[in-house]
């Protein structure tokens, strides 16, 4: 596994994920565009983004609403900013009101934080938000996400009574080691299978949010079209100055 330290390291890191990424898809039988890569920047400053952004990336995620509201106004406004993880109802205004290019909030858990997004989207009359559930697929307590067998009416809360979100896939964090097994990806496949059927959608419309630095080319070969990967493109995070969501 790749962990580089700065600048152009992080550049030609991604250069190797993309390429990993590609020939995934191609194991698969997949086409490679259909696969999102979401660079994880949490604890890395500014300058190191831009450098990724110069290079042409545009799809960048954040764990920590501090650090997101800090850094996309310093950023360009054309970045795709993804929300990753549980988020606390407090907190919602803050990232909605200061991150006006945030394109995917993936973290929906319960039907509180889904209401509460919809009226912020709504209050600050911007597009609907797309969002991705958030499933516990290893069943661990310490885990945020909802439990899969309430994967279908969650769903249908936001499809249904929250129309200033866009219901847009299903995401999974994995293991403890942030690896995750077949059996995780396979349940949250099964997961979109049970949702996409009561909702009525086609499969190919709801995306599903899995694989992260050690494991995102089994998420891929499994059906993965957005993969979440940070360390291995911009090396050992630093948590010294973590803020809880």
């Not at 360009?76 to 200061?98: A, M, R, S, Y």
Request: glycine share 8%; charged share 20%.
């Amino acid at each position: 596994m790749a962990t580089p330290a700065v600048g152009g390291a992080a550049v030609t890191a991604l250069q190797s994920v993309l390429s990993r990424v590609r020939h995934a898809a191609e194991r698969a039988g997949r086409q490679p565009e259909r696969v999102r890569v979401v660079a994880v920047s949490k604890t890395k400053p500014d300058s190191l983004i831009r450098q990724v952004y110069d290079a042409g990336h545009r799809c960048f995620g954040e764990n920590y609403v501090q650090e997101i509201v800090q850094k996309a106004p310093q950023l360009p406004e054309d970045i795709e900013w993804h929300f990753i993880g549980h988020l606390q109802t407090n907190k919602v205004k803050t990232l909605l009101g200061g991150v006006p290019n945030l394109a995917f909030f993936e973290g929906v858990d319960n039907e509180k934080i889904a209401n509460h997004l919809d009226r912020a989207v709504s209050n600050l009359g911007r597009n609907p938000l797309k969002v991705f559930l958030q499933v516990n697929t290893s069943g661990e307590a310490s885990k945020s996400g909802i439990d899969p067998l309430g994967c279908v009416r969650l769903a249908e809360h936001v499809k249904l009574h929250c129309p200033h979100l866009q219901f847009s896939g299903l995401m999974t964090i994995g293991m403890p080691d942030y690896t995750s097994t077949p059996e995780n990806f396979r349940t949250l496949s099964n997961c979109r299978a049970e949702v996409c059927k009561a909702l009525g959608m086609a499969e190919d419309e709801c995306e599903l949010s899995m694989g992260m630095s050690g494991d995102f080319e089994l998420a891929i070969e499994m059906g993965s079209t957005n993969v979440r990967v940070g360390s291995t493109i911009f090396g050992p995070r630093d948590y010294s100055k973590k803020v809880s969501n």
